[in-house]
């Protein structure tokens, strides 16, 4: 009989057992058989990424993440058409950060600071590890005080430039007796332009000691309007003193301020030394022209540089390349080394079915854990950089990433780099196609910078006046 109800007994535990395992595997799988959709931006660097974390969450989770790619242009378009449409179709999608403030005002995304305090019950603190970011990722996707969503990466533009130019004796030689200063990094802009001149040349002319067989070039852009256009521009003009955009003081445009239009005239001047073609590139096509070999040094987000020219799989400049910070406009205070951070983020569509499955898959996905093994299974040394220091501080990160400690050190533990995230403001973007628009004319020689920025402005104006903003 002892030994019968011993037997009961381990039965019974045996029985409560598997209820409750099975109790937590379905709260686990609580999303099971729920499909999110998601728009991602095929041209981005960090859009693959996003969509591994997205499905490895969705494998978790229970949730089948099923991805639709588009262009950039495209995905504005199409997210704008859908939600006025009221379509219900997507659950996720990613945001360029022009686009933010527009987005959230008109209730096309919901933010995620929104959702959070409405669903406190649902949140998990240790996958949202909003303390595991850099200050400035939070700062940057924050508008009028609300979290919007998790960056997508960090470290923002750098200056990319070859060493073996740069360091060549006769390279070295020949500059100083045209410019009368060392050949070096380029600390300020007349000096990034004295040496984009500098080595663009002709083919049949020498470079480093070689006879060219084809054109060369000193810098390149991705000059193909509006958003490539714009996201190099902004830098300029930025350390040069303009505000972007608009003054926030004020509210009034100043787009054809003088310190906008010196930015932009200084980029019509780089026009001569670089590769045809620029003005339809997109950033990947620029960046792939530095990374086949043919220009000497370029500005460009360190995610993609890090991605196609510093991977020996995809650069013939691999072992011939550093990198450092923006240079600085001379006589501008408070703007040194100016360059735009970045980061983007993905956020909860607002006319979502499915929003709680989304929320818990995008808090997930972007999870210390779930960022972590993703990173470390696919992307590295090359494909990505994550947001969170925790893992770009990792021990076995920085090991398997020859130049992390250098790109941290440079990029994001310095205190003299002016960081900046584009105006959250809803008529941003209109007001910068208006301006990219006028510049791209500049630069193809079809108005000149201030009759394009005079009219540029006149378009601002007659928004943010629509808008209330100024009388």
């Known amino acids: 009989m002892r030994l019968l109800r011993l037997l009961a007994m381990l039965a019974v535990v045996l029985v409560l057992a598997l209820a409750v395992t099975g109790l937590g595997w379905a709260g686990e799988k609580r999303y099971d058989g729920v499909t999110l959709r998601v728009m991602l931006p095929d041209g981005w ?41 009221g379509n219900k ?54 508008h009028k005080g609300v979290w919007l ?24 030689t020949n500059f100083k007796a045209k410019y009368g200063y060392d050949l070096k990094e380029p600390a300020t802009y007349k000096e990034f332009r004295d040496i984009a ?21 000193g810098t390149s852009h991705s000059d193909k309007p509006v958003g490539f256009l714009w996201s190099d521009f902004v830098n300029y003009l930025m350390a040069f003193g303009a505000h972007d955009v608009y003054d926030p003081k004020t509210m009034r445009p100043t787009l054809n301020s003088p310190q906008a239009v010196a930015a932009g005239n200084f980029m ?50 691999a072992d011939k ?33 499915n929003m709680e499955a989304a929320y818990k898959t ?4 972007f999870s210390p854990e779930v960022m972590r093994k ?38 994001m533990d310095r205190k003299d780099i002016y960081y900046f995230e584009q105006a959250p403001l809803p008529e941003y973007f209109r007001a910068m196609d208006a301006a990219a628009t006028a510049l791209h004319k500049a630069m193809s020689t079809r108005t000149t910078v201030n009759k394009g920025f005079d009219e540029a402005q006149k378009e601002a104006e007659a928004l943010f006046k629509k808008a209330g903003y100024i009388k």
């Open 321 to 353: 390349v550093a990198f450092t910070v923006l240079p600085s406009a001379e006589g501008v205070k408070g703007r040194e080394h100016a360059a735009h951070h970045g980061g983007n983020f993905v956020g909860l569509y607002s006319l979502s079915a």
């Open 89 to 142: 179709t997507w659950d996720i999608l990613a945001v360029q950060s022009y686009n933010r403030a527009e987005w959230a005002d008109m209730g096309l995304i919901v933010p995620m600071g929104t959702y959070i305090a409405k669903h406190p019950e649902l949140v998990d603190k240790a996958k949202l590890a909003l303390d595991d970011y850099y200050d400035i990722s939070i700062k940057n996707y924050t």
């Open 149 to 172: 969503g998790p960056p997508l990466y960090v470290t923002g533009v750098a200056l990319f430039y070859r060493t073996d130019l740069f360091n060549h004796p006769e390279e070295k």
């Open 374 to 411: 993703v990173y470390l299974a696919k992307y590295v040394p090359y494909g990505w950089i994550p947001p969170r220091p925790s893992i770009l501080h990792d021990p076995e990160v920085q090991r398997r990433v020859p130049w992390m400690k250098e790109a941290l050190a440079k990029l």
């Open 45 to 85: 660097t960090e859009a693959k990424p996003v969509s591994d974390l997205l499905t490895e969450a969705g494998k978790m989770l229970g949730t089948d993440v099923r991805v639709s790619w588009y262009s950039m242009d495209e995905l504005h378009d199409k997210a704008l058409i859908d939600f006025t449409a």
């Open 268 to 317: 019509v001047s780089l026009v001569p030394f670089m590769p045809p073609g620029h003005l339809n590139f997109t950033s990947g096509e620029s960046t792939a022209v530095f990374a086949s070999g043919n220009v000497a040094m370029i500005i460009e987000y360190f995610l993609r540089c890090a991605d196609m020219v510093l991977n020996p799989a995809k650069s013939k400049v």
């Open 362 to 365: 995008i808090e997930l996905a």
């Open 197 to 217: 001149e500098f080595f663009t040349r002709k083919a049949g002319q020498k470079l480093a000691g070689q006879v060219l067989t084809s054109d060369f070039y």
